[in-house]
C-alpha cells in the first residue's frame, strides 16, 4: 500500500509510524485509519520487527482524533478497520512493545491510541484528555475504559465525565505517561528506550508484554501464576533458541546475539 496520511520507516528492528497530517493536527480520517491497519498488519506479521514508535508530524499534536470535518462531508462515522480505531485499539493479539512519542495535543481519538501503547512519553507541551462528551459522543475507542484501567476509576472519571483538557504534568502525575521530557529530548529519548528494549531478547520481551496483560484479566494473582505457562509467547518463550542464548552468553561473559528464536 503507498501510504498518503501517514510515514512508515522499519529499521533495526524498529517500526516508526508518524501520524501525517500535521496541517489538521494529524486528524484520523477514513484513510489513515485504513492505512494504519495494513502497516500494524505488516508490523505485526514481521518477525524482523521487535517494537514500534507512533509519533505525530508537526510540532503541535500528536493527534487531535478523529476529523470531524471529514465525518460531516461523508454524512457518516469512519468505518473503524477489522482491529478497531486507528487499526490498533482492539489489536488485543498484539504482544510486541508500542511506544506513543507524544508531542503536542494528544486528544480523543489520540489520546485513545497513545493509551493503547504500552509506553507513553511525552513533552512538557502535550496536553491530554477525551472531549467526546463535549460534542455529545462518547469515547468508545477504548478510551473510558483504558483510562479507568490505567489510572484508576476515581482519577478517570474526574477526566471521562468532564471532558476536560489536561496539561502533561498533570498527566505525570496521573500516572497517565511513563516518562515526560523536555521536547528537543524527545527523540534522544524515545531511543534510549528503544535500545533498552532491544538489550533483552525479543520473545521474552513479548511473552512478558503477554503475561502481563493476559495476568490481569485472570480472577485473581494465583490463577494468574498458575495459567501463565499455557500462555501463547510464554510457552514460545520458553523453548526458544533465544533462551538458549541468554544461558550460554551468560556463561561465557559476553554479550547475547538475539535472533528473536
Given amino acids: ?73 461523508r454524512g457518516k462515522s469512519h468505518d473503524y478497520p477489522k482491529s478497531g480505531y486507528a487499526g490498533l485499539i482492539e489489536r488485543f493479539e498484539l504482544d510486541k512493545p508500542v511506544i506513543a512519542a507524544v508531542d503536542g495535543v494528544a486528544v480523543g481519538g489520540g489520546f485513545e491510541v497513545a493509551l493503547a501503547c504500552d509506553i507513553i512519553i511525552a513533552t512538557e507541551r502535550s496536553r491530554f484528555g477525551l472531549p467526546e462528551p463535549l460534542i455529545g459522543a462518547v469515547a468508545l475507542g477504548g478510551g473510558v475504559h483504558r483510562l479507568a484501567r490505567q489510572i484508576g476509576l476515581k482519577q478517570a472519571m474526574g477526566l471521562i465525565l468532564t471532558g476536560d483538557i489536561i496539561d502533561a504534568k498533570k498527566a505525570e502525575h496521573m500516572g497517565i505517561i511513563t516518562q515526560l521530557v523536555d521536547h528537543d529530548v524527545l527523540e534522544d529519548t524515545v531511543n534510549d528506550w528503544c535500545r533498552r528494549i532491544l538489550r533483552c531478547a525479543p520473545l521474552a520481551v513479548r511473552a512478558s508484554k503477554q503475561t502481563v496483560l493476559r495476568g490481569l484479566d485472570e480472577p485473581s494473582l494465583e490463577d494468574a501464576m498458575r495459567n501463565q505457562q499455557t500462555y501463547p509467547t510464554f510457552k514460545l518463550c520458553y523453548s526458544s533458541e533465544d533462551k538458549r542464548e541468554g544461558a550460554r552468553s551468560f556463561a561465557e561473559k559476553r554479550p547475547p546475539v538475539w535472533t528473536g528464536k
Avoid at 493536527?25 to 506479521?45: C, G, K, S
Fill in 1 to 73: 500500500m503507498k501510504y498518503e496520511y501517514i510515514a512508515v520507516t522499519a529499521a533495526d528492528h524498529i517500526t516508526r509510524v508518524t501520524l501525517n497530517r500535521p496541517e489538521v493536527l494529524n486528524a484520523i480520517n477514513q484513510q489513515m485509519h485504513d492505512e494504519l491497519q495494513h502497516t500494524f498488519d505488516q508490523f505485526a506479521h514481521d518477525d524482523d520487527q521487535y517494537l514500534c514508535v507512533i509519533s505525530g508530524a508537526g510540532e503541535r499534536a500528536f493527534s487531535a482524533g478523529s476529523d470531524l470535518k471529514s465525518i460531516a462531508k
